[in-house]
């Protein structure tokens, strides 16, 4: 499992990609550069990568990293979005996880713009 360093304005982030076909393409995209937009405690960016949904879930966890086929964007979801029935993140409609953030992701809660870098280490 490949892993990916993301950078959110000057934080950095490590991260771990999974083994789904959208992962590898992910993958295969880098770098890639972005702003990012926010809904609620989740971070989204267009990347060029256009597929549908590999394995539909809206059940996610924080920390999360998937890809959402409607927006052609990848989400870290850090926290509570509007859609959230609880403390657990819920997407706006069924995404794929690609991998998964490490790292304290609480300072991401006090951003109001996020300019968005990922790399290969």
């Keep these: 499992m490949p892993k990916i360093n993301i950078f959110i304005n000057n934080q950095k982030f490590e991260a771990e990609l999974n083994n789904t076909e959208i992962a590898k393409k992910i993958y295969e995209a ?11 405690n989740e971070i989204y960016f267009e990347i060029p990568v256009k597929t549908e949904n590999e394995n539909p879930t809206e059940d996610l966890r924080v920390g999360d990293l998937a890809y ?7 989400c870290i979801f850090y926290g ?25 992701l609480e300072n991401l809660k006090n ?5 968005i870098r990922i790399t290969k280490p």
């Design 30 to 40: 880098l770098p890639i550069e972005s702003e990012g937009d926010f809904w609620g």
């Design 68 to 74: 959402w086929p409607e927006g052609y964007a990848l």
């Design 80 to 104: 509570k979005t509007p859609a959230s029935t609880n403390d657990a993140p819920k997407p706006a409609s069924p995404v794929t996880i690609v991998g998964k953030v490490g790292g304290d």
């Design 111 to 115: 951003l109001n713009q996020a300019k």
